[in-house]
């Protein structure tokens, strides 16, 4: 099996984001969370996952139509997953 990634994006994006697809892969996962899940319309590449952190989606009164995965879930995810990526704003510009 190919090494995978959890990207995470803590941020809201300003406009859509023109690398996004350059550092996502088939079996990685993306997990908005804090504002980032204010992102929840990105397309993502086929095969890559994506999920919302609920509690940051609660916090802001959203209904995420991603899958929404609670703390438990999150560390499992991130224990699972082969390196963990933060996207911040210079990478994906």
Partial sequence: MAPSTLF????RLP???RRLGAWLRPGDELLL???GVYNAAL???EGVSGFALA???EARGLASPW???D???FV???ARADRIVTLTPSLLS
């Fill in 43 to 45: 397309p993502l590449p």
């Fill in 8 to 11: 995470l994006l803590p941020l």
């Fill in 55 to 57: 509690a940051d989606c």
């Fill in 71 to 73: 703390d438990a879930a």
């Fill in 33 to 35: 969370l804090e504002d």
């Fill in 67 to 69: 899958p929404t995965l």
């Fill in 76 to 78: 499992e995810a991130a």
């Fill in 15 to 17: 406009a859509p984001p």
